[in-house]
């Protein structure tokens, strides 16, 4: 199903920004993007089909040459904290329906929660967690931290793990699966869309499962499957 094309506001064109611009461009959305760096602007001016502003984006009299009353969404990616919410608190004053902002320093993520901003953290430092991530606890496929400790994660059930042969409800009964730990899907190899757990679900060994716990995939949490690990 095709999605409606929106008004999109680009704020910066680095690493972040021109990747953001190809995608947004690429799936039919009109675009307008503010670039402070001449040379930069040229470049995505050449290189895309969108609107480019060359200067700098914490006027209002940048944001209204982008016609900052059309849009839909803005979104601001540049490297500077500052930069970003001050674009951010402009386009909230006149009333963009979403604003999104990268954040580089975790220390600012109240104050822009606080103007109710949409957040992003820095997609490097996320980068750099999963890389770390796959070396110190190589049994987890793909996570996602949900606020300050919980996670979900999917993990491969090993032939040796506790909870092997067990039903769902048994392996809760047991307190193999904590209080907070919840498994939401369960991908089996003989079948071809993932499983919706119930409580009578038997666990197989090789079964790769998605798994929301409360305390994140601590070692505690993966030993259950059967991935003894030392996270050190």
């Known amino acids: ?5 929106m008004y ?12 953001l611009i190809d995608l947004a461009t690429s799936t039919g959305h009109e675009v307008v993007v503010i670039e402070q760096n001449t040379a930069r602007a040229d470049e995505i001016a050449d290189s895309y089909d969108a609107l480019v502003v060359n200067a700098d984006a914490t006027t209002m009299s940048t944001l209204e040459d982008a016609n900052i009353d ?10 500077v904290d500052a930069t970003n919410v001050m674009v951010c608190l402009l386009a909230k004053r006149v009333g963009v329906p979403s604003v999104v902002s990268v954040v580089h ?3 600012h993520m109240d104050l822009f929660e606080e103007i109710g901003i949409n957040i992003m953290e820095n997609p490097q430092r996320l980068i750099a967690e999963h890389l ?11 996570y996602m931290k949900i ?3 919980a996670e979900v994660f999917e993990i491969t059930i090993d032939e040796d793990a506790p909870i092997v042969g067990k039903t769902i409800q048994e392996a809760a009964s047991e307190r193999l699966l904590k209080p907070d730990m919840l498994i939401v899907a369960v991908d089996r190899s003989e079948t071809d869309e993932p499983i919706t757990p119930k409580g009578d679900l038997r666990l197989e060994p090789g079964d790769l499962v998605t798994v929301y716990s409360g305390s994140g995939a601590t070692p505690e ?3 259950v499957f059967g991935h003894y ?3 050190e």
């Open 105 to 107: 320093d975790p220390d």
């Open 70 to 79: 059309r849009a839909d969404a803005l979104i601001t990616t540049t490297d």
């Open 132 to 142: 770390f991530r796959s070396v110190v606890r190589p049994s987890i496929v793909d």
């Open 229 to 231: 690990e030392n996270p």
């Open 1 to 5: 199903m095709n999605t409606a094309s």
């Open 147 to 149: 606020g300050e400790q």
């Open 221 to 223: 949490v993966t030993d």
């Open 8 to 19: 999109i506001i680009i704020v910066g064109a680095g690493q972040i920004g021109t990747p």
